[in-house]
């Protein structure tokens, strides 16, 4: 493919056959501790920064960008006057601010939020309460922990906190349910039949109907020093009234290892995951379940187990010799190890894509003759799965994206990947090595592991693959070198009814927006 850079004074643009990536100018900026790329509205580009000033105090600050330019248009210091910034969003075209409050003196803690005119950054509406719910006091008091979701098409939003922990009480927690002009649909605190210490609360779901729904893991074996044995996987629809329903999720002869979930246009619950076989360990297939509309039990599933050339792919001769070893003394086939799901996709068929990424942290440690120790984290990001699900839960075909990418005491700060889809193509940008590339075309065999620092060998790369059939594609897309920044790919937007990819990159004091036009 013919890649071709121009440097212009307001845009660094690269041109190709099939998209265009641009660039705004670099920018100088302070040591931030936290970037979030909040998205858009009416085209424009919406960026949340914080960073900690003299005596603890953090300064917060939100950003609009020109679409065109993609430099400042306008800037904003926010008044954040509690003491926990929760989150920022964007929702129905408003930029919402959400803070909560710890009142000492009553043992409750409030949440509120503010809303900020988009167009000129100013606060238009301010100290609207949503809930205020009580803490236990004590010298170790560990405060309540606040989400904010919105269901698939934005039409609603819900608020989940927890509620105190209670030994040898149920598990709690409380919502508050609201449509896209804020009105309150309804708010109810709940208990789950099970002992706050056995059960482990997953992933909240709005659906576009609002519903409420809540997974949920529940130990009902422990083993050897309390680790669970036998488990299980709840869904719970909470209703308006606070009714639960309970929906169980069994896997016969297999054990969920991660799953997520949706509600589909029929209103039916779906969920798609990965699974391990009882007597082997790790990731050995992708499954999925399709709920009655009326929580009645499963109305249809569906497993398939990946063969060992799709789990072995870009494994070294000596992990396959390992592998074939456990398989011939009956231990059982090679696994995948350590993923974790990205992405879902749902499609106009009613089908579905899912992306799991593995991921893992090691540490090691190093004493010196004076007895200090030192600890290294280690952050590893490397292959990523993909599948496909018609609109009968039939798997389709599945993929794997080779990547290596490995640092050390930065949280993976510039690992993982930026995604993306399209009605046709799902992309994956994310940096690599050049080695991995000739002439801007990706190469097979070995892959290298990711360079971050060097100017030479890091490229940021994109990948495309096609839904219908799961066909890949790899190209080089820009380098450090040619950019002056390097690409954030956990800081991005995507814009499916644009089809732009909003990115982002950093280097020491230097930032910049991009965006990928498909």
């Known amino acids: 493919m013919r890649i071709l850079i121009l440097l212009s004074l307001s845009l660094f643009t690269i ?5 265009q990536v641009y660039f705004g100018e670099s920018e100088k900026s302070d040591k931030r501790n936290r970037i979030d790329l909040l998205g858009t509205i009416n085209d424009k580009v919406y960026i ?38 929760e989150r920022i969003v964007i929702f129905s075209n408003k930029i919402l601010i959400f803070q909560s409050e710890k009142e000492s003196r009553t043992g409750t803690q409030t949440v509120w939020y503010d809303i900020y005119d988009a167009q000129s950054l100013m606060l238009k509406q301010g100290n609207i309460e949503l809930v205020q719910i009580e803490y236990k006091k004590g010298l170790f008091s560990k405060l309540n ?34 449509d896209e002009n804020m009105t309150k649909l309804y708010a109810n605190q709940t208990e789950l039949p099970v002992q706050d210490e056995l059960m482990t609360l997953g992933i909240p779901h709005i659906s576009n109907d609002g519903k409420f729904y809540m997974s949920s893991r529940e130990v009902t074996e422990k083993g050897l020093f309390g680790i669970p044995k036998n488990v299980k996987h709840h869904i719970y629809h909470v209703k308006e009234t606070g009714e639960l329903i309970d929906n169980q999720i069994v896997l016969q002869d297999k054990y969920i290892y991660e799953y997520t979930y949706h509600t589909n246009d029929k209103g039916e619950l779906i969920l798609t995951g ?20 009326d929580n009645a ?29 456990r398989k011939d003394k009956g231990k059982g086939g090679p696994s995948l190890y350590n993923y974790d ?25 190093y004493t010196d003759a004076n007895g200090n120790t030192r600890y290294t984290y280690h952050y590893y990001y490397n292959d990523v799965i993909i599948l496909k699900l018609n609109g009968e839960g039939k798997f389709e075909w599945y993929a794997k994206l080779p990547k290596y990418q490995h640092s050390t005491n930065d ?7 930026a995604f993306h889809a399209s009605k046709e193509k799902l992309y994956f940008m994310y940096n690599d090595n050049m080695k991995n590339y000739e002439d801007g075309n990706a190469v097979g065999g070995k892959t290298y592991p990711t360079s971050f620092r060097s100017n030479k060998n890091n490229v940021t790369s994109l990948a495309e693959v096609n839904i219908l059939d799961g066909k890949m594609s790899k190209k080089k897309l820009f380098s450090k070198g040619e950019l002056g920044t390097i690409a954030v790919p956990k800081i991005h937007h995507s814009d499916r009814v644009a089809n732009i990819l909003y990115i982002f990159g950093k280097k020491k004091r230097n930032e910049r927006l991009g965006k990928i036009v498909f």
């Open 15 to 19: 041109n190709t056959f099939a998209y």
């Open 48 to 85: 949340y920064k914080s960073k900690m000033m003299p005596l603890g105090v953090e300064k917060h600050e939100i950003f609009q960008y020109d679409p065109n330019t993609l430099v400042v248009a306008k800037e904003a210091k926010l008044e954040i006057k509690r003491k926990n910034l």
């Open 145 to 178: 922990s606040f989400t904010i979701i919105m269901s698939e098409d934005e039409s609603k939003l819900a608020i989940y906190y927890d509620l105190p922990y209670e030994k040898g009480k149920p598990e709690k927690f409380g919502i508050v349910v609201y």
């Open 274 to 293: 990965l699974y391990g076989e009882a007597k082997r360990t790790g990731v050995n297939g992708g499954f999925y379940i399709r709920l009655n509309k």
């Open 297 to 325: 039990g499963v109305a249809s599933a569906d497993y398939t187990s990946f063969p060992d050339e799709f789990i072995t792919a870009g494994w070294s001769d000596r992990e396959k010799k390992k592998a074939d070893k």
């Open 341 to 365: 799901i990205r992405a879902m996709v749902t499609l106009d068929n009613g089908g579905a894509v899912f992306v799991a990424e593995q991921y893992y942290v090691v540490v090691t440690s």
């Open 411 to 417: 949280n993976g700060y510039y690992s993982s990947f």
